[in-house]
């Protein structure tokens, strides 16, 4: 290396010089590296790109550097809150998600291997990963980062945290970055580093007269991390690296006024145009079902010259308007004449119309392109956005033919588009935590029928006192008479002002609480205490506030 340098021009400080022998098995002898007069000793780790490297590449370091970092700072929030007092828990849960879950999460695209990892001797079997040890220690960060968000007791269970807080467990965090990883390899162009180590290993080629146990294979067929998290998701066309596209009439902004106003705009246009241009309509559609499909129609002023309509494969409608824009503008030069009429592209959705005359986008970057060189070949072809749902004929015809067109069947051999992918890589993780919390949940939470979202939950927006009760009344841990008995609280106050035992319901009962304020237990007591204490919460807010039940009535001390 030394020597490479010298001949290069390139010389490297000792100082800087770090030497690390990489081995799966356990190394027996560490020999050190003379780097011109000063002798280097292997290190038992070493930094690159923020990245923690071991001989063994167990990234235990890297694991427990980052999760130290990170609870640092989950200890810092925590400090700055208790069940009374401090910032709202929306706010929390916001500075968490910005400052404790990147520095914990770092690097899991480089070393987390999943649930299951393939063998080195049976590649073609999986064992589980053996990494729990580096999730036990990560998971603490996200406890503490919990505890901080929410005004609850320390004995509140962990699966309850996770639904109220909105943070999903250590290992879902891990799978959401992993799909949002595999995500941005799709986006990768084909002569990206990364792109050629995705691809799949060929079928090696033998010499006929050497035996195939003496031939080395020329590729490795071994699953790496980075195929196993490339195959999390469907493959699809990769986009190519293209330069910012600058065009004539790009200075000109597509949408310069509001719907409606837009929209009168446009028809204004339309009276002014030449009777020999046409107008082609398109639009997508996406039906409940997430069948993509487009529509377009060609006018003349208000005679309609043509339309058709079509399906496509798993996309998005930015995909659908894309396509649809594509095919009218085919149709239009395939009809008699188009070379000497100017030809104006309406659609309603502003950022494929804005990719339609300026850069291609990633997804469906093929349709854009080749819209692009159809255009300028052509040569008197415009974009223009126009608003949709606003009674212009033209955007109305397409509409119905793109909705009618959801239900033809899907093309033969059409690839997902890359919007499509990264909408899963976005639903997965939502799914997942949603599915965990159906099989997770809390034997005091089945009653009050509440659904996990990985969104801020509404009930954070809620003053950090006010939620506090509302999290004791849901999980049965607060202030109240079973709860301290079970716990043997010997000197805890166990009953209300009122005579009664400290109950979650016991404020629905209390004859304490004025009648103003109270609310109908009708059509059955249980389920209507079970709605104010779970989804309509907010009348149990209204509640206990308008009544000052927990500063005057049912006191803790």
């Not at 001797?121 to 980062?145: E, F, G, T, W």
């Not at 310069?256 to 997508?284: N, R």
């Not at 509404?458 to 079973?482: K, N, T």
């Not at 103003?516 to 209507?528: K, Q, Y």
Request: hydrophobic share 35%; proline share 7%; charged share 25%.
């Amino acid at each position: 290396m030394v020597r490479w340098g010298a001949a290069n021009g390139v010389s490297f400080d000792p100082k800087k010089t770090e030497v690390m022998h990489f081995s799966r098995s356990k190394l027996e002898t560490a020999p050190a590296i003379r780097h011109g007069d000063v002798e280097k000793h292997p290190e038992a780790a070493m930094r690159w790109l923020g990245i923690w490297l071991d001989s063994s590449l167990s990234f235990r370091v890297h694991a427990e550097k980052w999760t130290a970092k990170s609870q640092a700072v989950a200890h810092h929030l925590r400090g700055l809150t208790n069940t009374i007092h401090g910032p709202l828990p929306s706010a929390v849960r916001s500075a968490v998600r910005a400052c404790v879950e990147p520095v914990l999460l770092y690097g899991t695209e480089v070393w987390y291997p999943g649930a299951t990892r393939p063998r080195w001797d049976q590649p073609s079997k999986d064992r589980p990963s053996s990494i729990q040890h580096l999730l036990q220690r990560m998971n603490k960060a996200i406890v503490q980062s919990m505890r901080a968000i929410l005004p609850a007791w320390k004995t509140t269970p962990i699966a309850i945290l996770h639904r109220e807080s909105g943070i999903p467990p250590i290992t879902q965090l891990l799978e959401a970055r992993r799909y949002r990883f595999s995500a941005r390899l799709k986006s990768l162009d084909e002569t990206h580093p990364l792109a050629k180590r995705t691809l799949p290993p060929r079928q090696p080629t033998y010499h006929q007269l050497i035996k195939r146990k003496y031939q080395a294979p020329t590729e490795s067929s071994f699953r790496t991390r980075l195929r196993r998290t490339n195959e999390l998701l469907a493959p699809c066309p990769r986009p190519a690296l293209m330069q910012k596209r600058f065009g004539k009439g790009q200075d000109t902004p597509l949408q310069t006024a509001q719907k409606g106003e837009s929209a009168e705009a446009f028809l204004q246009w339309i009276e002014t145009v030449e009777p020999a241009t046409w107008i082609v309509y398109s639009d997508g559609s996406l039906s409940s079902e997430g069948a993509a499909s487009y529509g377009f129609a060609i006018h003349q002023k208000d005679l309609s010259i043509c339309d058709g309509s079509g399906r496509l494969g798993p996309a998005e409608v930015f995909d659908a308007e894309a396509t649809g824009a594509l095919e009218g503008l085919k149709a239009a030069l395939n009809l008699p004449g188009s070379a000497a009429r100017d030809i104006v592209v309406c659609l309603d959705n502003l950022a494929a119309a804005t990719c339609l005359r300026g850069t291609p986008s990633d997804s469906s970057q093929a349709v854009f392109v080749e819209f692009q060189a159809l255009a300028a070949s052509h040569g008197a072809t415009q974009v223009r956005w126009i608003p949709g749902h606003t009674d212009i004929p033209g955007n109305e015809q397409a509409d119905k033919l793109a909705k009618a067109a959801s239900s033809l069947p899907v093309p033969e051999g059409a690839q997902p588009t890359l919007a499509y992918l990264r909408k899963v890589a976005r639903q997965k993780p939502k799914e997942a935590f949603e599915t965990w919390w159906t099989t997770s949940v809390p034997e005091q939470y089945k009653r009050l029928n509440l659904k996990a979202t990985i969104r801020c939950p509404p009930e954070l927006s809620l003053p950090r006192a006010a939620l506090h009760h509302l999290l004791a009344a849901r999980s049965l841990h607060g202030d109240f008479a079973a709860y301290h008995e079970r716990f043997n609280h010997d000197d805890a106050r166990v009953t209300c002002s009122c005579g009664r035992r400290k109950a979650p319901d016991h404020v629905f009962y209390c004859r304490k609480v004025p009648r103003r304020c109270r609310i109908r237990l009708v059509p059955s007591p249980t389920a209507a205490v079970n709605l104010a204490i779970g989804r309509n919460f907010d009348k149990y807010i209204k509640l206990t506030k308008s009544s000052a039940f927990f500063e005057r009535i049912c006191t803790r001390y």
